[in-house]
């Protein structure tokens, strides 16, 4: 209780402190410089900060640098960001997009700015075939696979449908070629990329065990460490309300009220030879099986009175991964720990905040919100509370991994000025000495409670 009352302080203490935000509308088209009299070619800029102050529960044996941590409060950078965008032609389009990602106390220092997007594209025939190339997120499988950052539904992404971050990709960007449309209702992205390897990776990515340790990893995937093959991805969506704009790759998870829309979407993703594993501890070579994806989804974001602007908006996915068998990957956002070796025994999770993430199994995720009417809170905005959960069952578990957050948006002044407070519970899974069975401890869930402060331009 005193520690969700601390971080409602620094919400209060955050609101007093700032200037009533300007009207929305303000911000409307960001920064742009009009290159003709028509105001059909320009040049625009956009920038967004994310910041986090933070209390979780680290796992079981988590360490920092050899001091046990049974728990944590840091602040942090999620995202910072910034964008140029520019109607050169009627005909051609640019693209790009730099900043930084999850910074906090245990970061590297002086962590640099880094490419996110560098694109170009020429529109073929009236936006029905757009094609492009160059770095970028025009990815598959699922809507939230390319998630626009400035309107996240909940406090973070649904890194769930983020399946290869930063391991044969830069943050879901891969270097490649695509082509997009709309067709009436009908909008559809298609990508041809060479994935990075995953020896240039910025964390280590795990490989297949050899000598001793391959009996540990029978019948276990792991990515390749070859050469890895093109990458090939695709969504599809019909739209059956108000059209959502594709100029760049990145989906909204909120309109706040400005829209009605409602889309079925269906993608893939594939990738020849992607993953190596061994079916017996006699195999003296390992044996190469694709990265298969398929995804299925549907989002309404629906206002319910257009003066008021309240609106609701839910999403929900069945995605099917497929990364060779008993595949797993735990995973963290902004590690709270650096190691596990602290008094307490460590789970299969790992240390800090991680869990097991993204697996070859099924999974549906799912997130839902409510938006009261503009001027719920005066002059002081309106509230949006949301929800959101997990639910995946992976070969490698013998128990479905289960996620919930809980939150609320403060919208101060639109997506321009933010405010959110999110609670998340997650699963803390132990492997059985005796069986090898990976199952959840249920008395042993963690949780976090994170304070997010959003400022866009």
């Known amino acids: 209780m005193k520690k969700t009352i601390l971080l409602l302080l620094i919400a209060f203490s955050i609101n007093a402190s700032a200037q009533t935000p300007p009207p929305s509308v303000r911000f409307k088209d960001g920064l742009k410089i009009y290159l003709s009299d028509d105001s059909t070619r320009y040049i625009k800029g956009t920038g967004l900060a994310q910041i986090w102050f933070r209390y979780n529960q680290n796992n079981p044996g988590s360490v920092v640098y050899g001091t046990p941590k049974s ?18 032609t009627n005909k051609v389009f640019f693209y790009s997009q730099f900043g930084i990602n999850s910074l906090n106390n245990l970061s590297t220092r002086k962590t640099g700015l880094f490419l996110h997007d560098v694109t170009a594209e020429y529109n073929v025939h009236k936006n029905y075939l757009v094609l492009g190339g160059g770095l970028s997120g025009w990815n598959g499988t ?6 626009s950052v400035a309107s996240i539904l909940a406090m973070d992404l649904p890194t769930i449908e983020e399946t290869t971050n930063d391991v044969n990709d830069q943050f879901v960007r891969k270097l490649g070629i695509y082509a997009k449309g709309k067709i009436k209702s009908f909008d559809y ?42 990458n090939y991805q695709g969504y599809f969506m019909w739209q059956f309300s108000e059209k959502e704009s594709n100029q760049v790759p990145y989906m909204n998870g909120s309109y706040l009220g400005k829209k009605r829309v409602f889309n079925i979407g269906s993608g893939f993703q594939y990738q020849k030879d992607a993953m190596v594993y061994r079916n017996s501890t006699a195999d003296t070579t390992v044996r190469y099986t694709p990265l298969q994806q398929f995804g ?3 989002f309404l974001d629906y206002y319910l009175n257009k003066e008021d602007q309240n609106a609701v908006t839910a999403y929900a996915a ?9 595949y797993i990957r735990n995973a963290a956002v902004m590690n709270t720990a650096t190691g ?47 929800v959101s959960g997990i639910y995946a069952n992976y070969q490698k578990l013998s128990d479905p991994v289960t996620v919930y957050n809980i939150g609320v ?46 400022v866009a331009f």
Do not use: C, H
């Open 409 to 454: 948006n403060w919208i101060m002044g639109g997506q321009n000025s933010k405010l959110s407070l999110d609670y998340q519970s997650r699963p803390i899974f132990n492997t059985d000495a005796s069986t090898g069975n990976i199952t959840e401890t249920k008395s042993a869930r963690r949780s976090q409670i994170v304070l997010q402060y959003q």
């Open 318 to 326: 069945f995605l099917n991964y497929d990364f060779g068998p008993n």
């Open 142 to 147: 699922s809507r939230f696979s390319s998630s």
């Open 71 to 88: 728990d944590t409060y840091d602040a942090g950078l999620r995202r910072v960001r910034y964008q140029t965008m520019a109607q050169v």
């Open 189 to 230: 992205r298609l990508s041809v990329a060479n994935p990075f390897p995953i020896q240039n990776s910025l964390s280590p990515v795990a490989t297949i065990p050899t000598g001793s340790a391959a009996v540990t990893a029978t019948n276990t995937a792991y990515f390749s460490a070859k050469a890895p093959e093109m």
């Open 340 to 386: 596990i070796g602290g008094p307490s025994t460590p789970s299969f999770n790992g240390a800090g905040n991680a869990f097991p993430l993204i697996g070859t199994g099924q999974v549906i995720y799912a997130q839902s919100a409510y938006l009261f009417k503009k001027d719920l809170l005066k002059k002081q905005g309106t509230l949006q509370p949301y």
């Open 296 to 298: 299925l989804d549907v």
